[in-house]
Antibody
Framework: QVQLKESGPGLVQPSETLSLTCTVSGFSLTSYSVSWVRQPSGKGPEWMGRMWYDGDTAYNSALKSRLSISRDTSKNQVFLKMNSLQTDDTGTYYC???????????WGQGVMVTVSS | DIVMTQAPLSVSVTPGESASISCRSSKSLLHSNGITYVYWYLQKPGKSPQLLIYRMSNLASGVPDRFSGSGSETDFTLKISRVEAEDVGIYYCGQLLENPYTFGAGTKLELK
Protein backbone atom coordinates (compact mmCIF):
# COMPACT_ATOMS: atom_id res chain seq x y z
CA GLN A 1 0.00 0.00 0.00
CA VAL A 2 1.01 3.62 -0.42
CA GLN A 3 3.13 4.97 2.42
CA LEU A 4 5.23 8.05 3.00
CA LYS A 5 7.45 8.57 6.03
CA GLU A 6 9.35 11.69 6.97
CA SER A 7 12.56 11.53 8.95
CA GLY A 8 15.04 14.04 10.26
CA PRO A 9 16.24 15.87 13.35
CA GLY A 10 13.63 17.12 15.77
CA LEU A 11 15.76 20.06 16.92
CA VAL A 12 17.71 22.49 14.78
CA GLN A 13 19.77 25.46 15.89
CA PRO A 14 18.88 28.92 14.54
CA SER A 15 20.78 29.79 11.34
CA GLU A 16 21.49 26.09 10.73
CA THR A 17 20.30 23.91 7.84
CA LEU A 18 17.34 21.53 8.04
CA SER A 19 17.64 18.22 6.21
CA LEU A 20 14.62 15.96 5.93
CA THR A 21 14.01 12.72 4.05
CA CYS A 22 10.70 11.38 2.75
CA THR A 23 10.85 7.63 2.13
CA VAL A 24 8.01 6.32 0.01
CA SER A 25 6.65 2.88 -0.76
CA GLY A 26 3.80 1.52 -2.83
CA PHE A 27 4.37 3.87 -5.76
CA SER A 28 7.12 5.10 -8.05
CA LEU A 29 8.70 8.55 -7.84
CA THR A 30 8.87 8.53 -11.64
CA SER A 31 5.08 8.24 -11.87
CA TYR A 32 3.97 10.51 -9.02
CA SER A 33 5.14 13.84 -7.69
CA VAL A 34 5.92 14.56 -4.04
CA SER A 35 5.35 17.84 -2.22
CA TRP A 36 6.63 19.14 1.09
CA VAL A 37 4.06 20.91 3.24
CA ARG A 38 4.67 22.38 6.68
CA GLN A 39 2.33 23.44 9.42
CA PRO A 40 3.13 25.63 12.42
CA SER A 41 1.29 24.53 15.51
CA GLY A 42 -2.31 25.77 15.45
CA LYS A 43 -2.05 27.21 11.95
CA GLY A 44 -2.95 26.24 8.43
CA PRO A 45 -0.65 24.29 6.12
CA GLU A 46 1.97 25.99 3.95
CA TRP A 47 3.05 24.41 0.68
CA MET A 48 6.82 24.53 0.39
CA GLY A 49 7.64 22.91 -2.90
CA ARG A 50 7.30 19.91 -5.16
CA MET A 51 9.47 17.30 -6.82
CA TRP A 52 7.66 16.50 -10.04
CA TYR A 53 7.57 12.91 -11.34
CA ASP A 54 9.86 13.94 -14.23
CA GLY A 55 12.54 15.34 -11.92
CA ASP A 56 11.58 18.98 -12.26
CA THR A 57 11.08 21.07 -9.13
CA ALA A 58 8.78 23.91 -8.07
CA TYR A 59 9.20 26.09 -5.01
CA ASN A 60 7.14 28.50 -2.97
CA SER A 61 8.62 31.85 -3.91
CA ALA A 62 8.70 32.88 -0.24
CA LEU A 63 11.11 30.02 0.51
CA LYS A 64 12.88 29.58 -2.81
CA SER A 65 16.11 31.29 -1.79
CA ARG A 66 16.54 28.92 1.19
CA LEU A 67 15.01 25.69 -0.10
CA SER A 68 16.21 22.77 -2.17
CA ILE A 69 14.30 19.58 -3.01
CA SER A 70 15.98 16.58 -4.59
CA ARG A 71 15.42 12.85 -4.92
CA ASP A 72 17.03 9.45 -5.23
CA THR A 73 14.66 7.27 -7.22
CA SER A 74 16.73 4.14 -6.57
CA LYS A 75 16.12 4.56 -2.85
CA ASN A 76 12.55 5.85 -3.19
CA GLN A 77 13.49 8.98 -1.30
CA VAL A 78 12.82 12.69 -1.66
CA PHE A 79 14.95 15.18 0.24
CA LEU A 80 14.35 18.64 1.61
CA LYS A 81 17.12 21.03 2.58
CA MET A 82 16.40 24.47 3.93
CA ASN A 83 19.05 26.81 5.24
CA SER A 84 19.16 29.81 7.57
CA LEU A 85 16.46 28.43 9.83
CA GLN A 86 14.69 30.76 12.23
CA THR A 87 12.26 30.15 15.09
CA ASP A 88 9.25 30.71 12.83
CA ASP A 89 10.32 27.67 10.81
CA THR A 90 9.21 25.55 13.76
CA GLY A 91 6.36 23.21 12.92
CA THR A 92 5.38 19.83 11.56
CA TYR A 93 6.76 18.96 8.15
CA TYR A 94 4.85 16.59 5.86
CA CYS A 95 5.54 15.00 2.52
CA UNK A 96 2.60 14.22 0.28
CA UNK A 97 1.96 12.16 -2.81
CA UNK A 98 0.58 14.23 -5.65
CA UNK A 99 -1.37 12.92 -8.62
CA UNK A 100 -0.83 15.15 -11.62
CA UNK A 101 -1.70 18.64 -10.45
CA UNK A 102 -3.51 17.43 -7.32
CA UNK A 103 -1.87 17.69 -3.94
CA UNK A 104 -1.95 15.17 -1.16
CA UNK A 105 -3.98 12.10 -1.98
CA UNK A 106 -1.65 10.53 0.60
CA TRP A 107 0.24 12.24 3.42
CA GLY A 108 3.06 11.10 5.63
CA GLN A 109 2.68 11.11 9.41
CA GLY A 110 4.77 14.27 9.65
CA VAL A 111 7.92 15.12 11.56
CA MET A 112 8.00 17.82 14.22
CA VAL A 113 10.88 20.27 13.82
CA THR A 114 11.78 22.78 16.52
CA VAL A 115 14.18 25.61 15.80
CA SER A 116 15.74 26.64 19.07
CA SER A 117 19.10 27.20 20.69
CA ASP B 1 -0.28 35.15 -3.50
CA ILE B 2 -3.92 34.01 -3.54
CA VAL B 3 -5.48 34.44 -0.10
CA MET B 4 -8.01 31.85 1.06
CA THR B 5 -10.44 33.08 3.73
CA GLN B 6 -12.59 30.60 5.64
CA ALA B 7 -15.70 31.13 7.74
CA PRO B 8 -16.68 30.45 10.39
CA LEU B 9 -13.61 29.86 12.56
CA SER B 10 -15.47 27.11 14.33
CA VAL B 11 -18.81 25.36 14.07
CA SER B 12 -20.66 23.21 16.57
CA VAL B 13 -23.04 20.63 15.12
CA THR B 14 -25.50 18.13 16.54
CA PRO B 15 -24.77 14.61 15.25
CA GLY B 16 -27.09 13.82 12.38
CA GLU B 17 -27.49 17.48 11.42
CA SER B 18 -25.75 19.12 8.48
CA ALA B 19 -22.91 21.64 8.46
CA SER B 20 -21.59 24.10 5.90
CA ILE B 21 -18.16 25.70 5.74
CA SER B 22 -17.37 28.63 3.49
CA CYS B 23 -14.18 29.59 1.74
CA ARG B 24 -13.45 32.65 -0.36
CA SER B 25 -10.46 33.21 -2.63
CA SER B 26 -8.88 36.58 -3.41
CA LYS B 27 -8.80 35.65 -7.09
CA SER B 28 -10.86 33.49 -9.41
CA LEU B 29 -9.81 29.85 -9.20
CA LEU B 30 -11.43 28.99 -12.52
CA HIS B 31 -8.81 27.98 -15.05
CA SER B 32 -9.29 28.49 -18.77
CA ASN B 33 -9.63 24.71 -19.05
CA GLY B 34 -12.91 24.93 -17.15
CA ILE B 35 -11.57 23.39 -13.93
CA THR B 36 -11.87 25.21 -10.63
CA TYR B 37 -8.78 24.45 -8.57
CA VAL B 38 -10.16 24.53 -5.04
CA TYR B 39 -9.59 21.65 -2.64
CA TRP B 40 -10.83 20.64 0.80
CA TYR B 41 -8.83 18.78 3.44
CA LEU B 42 -9.73 17.47 6.88
CA GLN B 43 -7.22 17.21 9.69
CA LYS B 44 -8.55 14.97 12.42
CA PRO B 45 -7.15 15.51 15.92
CA GLY B 46 -3.51 14.43 16.09
CA LYS B 47 -3.49 13.25 12.47
CA SER B 48 -2.15 14.39 9.11
CA PRO B 49 -4.50 16.24 6.77
CA GLN B 50 -6.47 14.10 4.35
CA LEU B 51 -7.91 15.05 0.98
CA LEU B 52 -11.71 15.26 0.90
CA ILE B 53 -12.67 17.17 -2.24
CA TYR B 54 -10.62 17.98 -5.33
CA ARG B 55 -11.37 20.42 -8.15
CA MET B 56 -14.23 21.99 -6.18
CA SER B 57 -16.75 19.17 -6.33
CA ASN B 58 -15.05 15.79 -6.78
CA LEU B 59 -15.01 13.35 -3.88
CA ALA B 60 -11.60 11.86 -3.11
CA SER B 61 -11.29 8.10 -2.91
CA GLY B 62 -12.87 6.61 0.19
CA VAL B 63 -14.62 9.80 1.28
CA PRO B 64 -18.29 9.27 2.26
CA ASP B 65 -20.86 10.86 -0.02
CA ARG B 66 -22.13 12.83 2.98
CA PHE B 67 -19.45 15.31 1.90
CA SER B 68 -19.99 17.59 -1.06
CA GLY B 69 -18.29 20.63 -2.52
CA SER B 70 -19.72 23.45 -4.59
CA GLY B 71 -19.12 27.05 -5.51
CA SER B 72 -18.39 29.69 -8.08
CA GLU B 73 -15.12 31.23 -9.19
CA THR B 74 -14.26 32.76 -5.83
CA ASP B 75 -16.80 31.48 -3.30
CA PHE B 76 -16.88 27.88 -2.22
CA THR B 77 -18.81 25.69 0.19
CA LEU B 78 -18.13 22.36 1.81
CA LYS B 79 -21.31 20.70 3.02
CA ILE B 80 -21.44 17.77 5.39
CA SER B 81 -24.79 16.02 5.61
CA ARG B 82 -25.65 13.93 8.65
CA VAL B 83 -22.54 14.83 10.65
CA GLU B 84 -20.93 11.93 12.50
CA ALA B 85 -18.43 11.78 15.35
CA GLU B 86 -15.64 10.84 12.92
CA ASP B 87 -16.09 14.18 11.10
CA VAL B 88 -14.62 16.15 14.01
CA GLY B 89 -11.47 18.08 13.15
CA ILE B 90 -10.22 21.11 11.28
CA TYR B 91 -11.28 21.66 7.69
CA TYR B 92 -8.99 23.55 5.32
CA CYS B 93 -9.68 24.85 1.85
CA GLY B 94 -6.77 25.27 -0.51
CA GLN B 95 -6.05 26.51 -4.03
CA LEU B 96 -3.83 24.76 -6.53
CA LEU B 97 -4.31 27.20 -9.38
CA GLU B 98 -1.15 29.19 -8.85
CA ASN B 99 2.24 28.79 -7.28
CA PRO B 100 2.45 29.15 -4.34
CA TYR B 101 -0.44 26.87 -3.45
CA THR B 102 -2.17 28.39 -0.44
CA PHE B 103 -4.55 27.28 2.27
CA GLY B 104 -7.13 28.87 4.52
CA ALA B 105 -6.66 29.16 8.28
CA GLY B 106 -9.12 26.37 8.93
CA THR B 107 -12.59 25.80 10.38
CA LYS B 108 -12.88 23.64 13.47
CA LEU B 109 -15.88 21.34 13.56
CA GLU B 110 -17.05 20.14 16.97
CA LEU B 111 -20.04 18.14 18.11
CA LYS B 112 -22.71 19.54 20.41
Amino acid sequence: QVQLKESGPGLVQPSETLSLTCTVSGFSLTSYSVSWVRQPSGKGPEWMGRMWYDGDTAYNSALKSRLSISRDTSKNQVFLKMNSLQTDDTGTYYCTRDVGWELGDYWGQGVMVTVSS
Amino acid sequence: DIVMTQAPLSVSVTPGESASISCRSSKSLLHSNGITYVYWYLQKPGKSPQLLIYRMSNLASGVPDRFSGSGSETDFTLKISRVEAEDVGIYYCGQLLENPYTFGAGTKLELK
